[in-house]
C-alpha cells in the first residue's frame, strides 16, 4: 500500500477502525512510524476529541483487547 493510499484510508477511517488497527497492528507495523505515524496519531486524537467520554468508551469496549 502507497503512502496515498494509507492516508486515504486514514481519512476515510472511524474512530473505531482506527484504535482498533493502533491495539492490534504488530510491533514495528509501518502504520505508526515515520510521516504516516504522525498523520495517524494526529487523526486519531482529532477524531477522539470530536467525540464525547461516553462514545470513546463505548468505542473501546466495541474494540476490546483481544482478537
Do not use: C
Not at 464525547?52 to 482478537?67: H, M, T, Y
Amino acid at each position: 500500500m502507497t503512502q496515498e493510499e494509507m492516508m486515504k484510508w486514514i481519512d476515510q477511517a472511524s474512530y473505531e477502525q482506527l484504535l482498533s488497527k493502533w491495539r492490534f497492528s504488530s510491533a514495528g507495523s509501518p502504520w505508526f512510524q515515520d510521516q504516516i505515524g504522525d498523520y495517524y496519531a494526529m487523526v486519531m486524537r482529532r477524531r477522539e476529541e470530536e467525540m464525547s467520554n461516553d462514545e470513546r468508551v463505548r468505542a473501546s469496549k466495541n474494540v476490546g483487547w483481544e482478537r
